[in-house]
Antibody, heavy 113, light 111 residues
Framework: QVQLVESGGGVVQPGRSLRLSCAASGFSFSSDGMHWVRQAPGKGLEWVAVISYDGGNKYYADSVKGRFTISRDNSKNTLYLQMNSLRAEDTAVYFC??????WGQGTLVTVSS | QSVLTQPPSVSGTPGQRVTISCTGSSSNIGAGYDVKWFQQVPGTAPKLLIYAYSSRPSGVPDRFSGSKSGTSASLAITGLQAEDEADYYCQSYDSSLSTWVFGGGTKLTVL
C-alpha cells in the first residue's frame, strides 16, 4: 500500500534553512504529482507547493514563493522541500501527499529563536 | 480568509444526517475544478473522503456523499456515528490564484 514518510523537521531559528524529505513506497512514484501541505498549530490546512511527476512543473503558494523550493528524485522515490529564510509563521506540521489522495503522517517544523 | 468558505462548526446526534457546505466562486468550484473532501481527527493526517465532487475511495463508507451545485459543494454524512467527530475540509483549484486551495475547515461535533 502507499506509504509516505516525512522527515527533517525540527526547531530552527528565524532566517535559517531546513530541508524536509518525504520517502515514498508502495506505488510508482515517478508517475504521480506530489504536494506539500502544512498546518499551523490549531489552524486549518494550507497548500504549500506541488511538483509534477517528472519535476518539470512546480507551483507555490504566495506565502512561500521565492523562499521554498520543491523538488524530487525519482531514482530515490523521494520528495523534498527546501525551506529558506524561515519565519515564525512557517511553524507548522508539514505533510507530503500523493495527488492529495494519500498523505504522510507529517513532520513538525518550529521556527523560533 | 479562505477562498473556499465553510461553516466553522456543525453538530448532530447519532443517527442523524448532517451536511457541510463549501462555497467557492467562478474561478474554482464554479469553473468545474475537482472538489475533494477530507476528514481529519486532531493529531492525525487528513484522510480523503470524496474526490471528483462525489466519488469515494475504496474503504470510505457510503454514509459519506458529496455533491456540487453552481459555485458550491456539499458533504453529507448520514447515520451519524460518534467516530465521525472530526474536522472536515473541502479542497479545489483556483484559476485566478493558480493555486490549490482549502476551505477553512468545519468541526463536526456528535452530541
Amino acid at each position: 500500500q502507499v506509504q509516505l514518510v516525512e522527515s527533517g523537521g525540527g526547531v530552527v531559528q528565524p532566517g535559517r534553512s531546513l530541508r524536509l524529505s518525504c520517502a515514498a513506497s508502495g506505488f510508482s512514484f515517478s508517475s504521480d504529482g506530489m504536494h506539500w501541505v502544512r498546518q499551523a498549530p490549531g489552524k486549518g490546512l494550507e497548500w504549500v507547493a506541488v511538483i509534477s511527476y517528472d519535476g518539470g512543473n512546480k507551483y507555490y503558494a504566495d506565502s512561500v514563493k521565492g523562499r521554498f523550493t520543491i523538488s524530487r528524485d525519482n531514482s530515490k522515490n523521494t520528495l523534498y522541500l527546501q525551506m529558506n529564510s524561515l519565519r515564525a509563521e512557517d511553524t507548522a506540521v508539514y505533510f507530503c501527499a500523493k495527488e492529495l489522495f494519500d498523505w504522510g503522517q507529517g513532520t513538525l517544523v518550529t521556527v523560533s529563536s | 480568509q479562505s477562498v473556499l468558505t465553510q461553516p466553522p462548526s456543525v453538530s448532530g446526534t447519532p443517527g442523524q444526517r448532517v451536511t457541510i457546505s463549501c462555497t467557492g466562486s467562478s474561478s474554482n468550484i464554479g469553473a468545474g475544478y475537482d472538489v475533494k473532501w477530507f476528514q481529519q481527527v486532531p493529531g492525525t493526517a487528513p484522510k480523503l473522503l470524496i474526490y471528483a465532487y462525489s466519488s469515494r475511495p475504496s474503504g470510505v463508507p457510503d454514509r459519506f456523499s458529496g455533491s456540487k451545485s453552481g459555485t458550491s459543494a456539499s458533504l453529507a454524512i448520514t447515520g451519524l456515528q460518534a467516530e465521525d467527530e472530526a474536522d472536515y475540509y473541502c479542497q479545489s483549484y483556483d484559476s485566478s490564484l493558480s493555486t490549490w486551495v482549502f476551505g477553512g475547515g468545519t468541526k463536526l461535533t456528535v452530541l
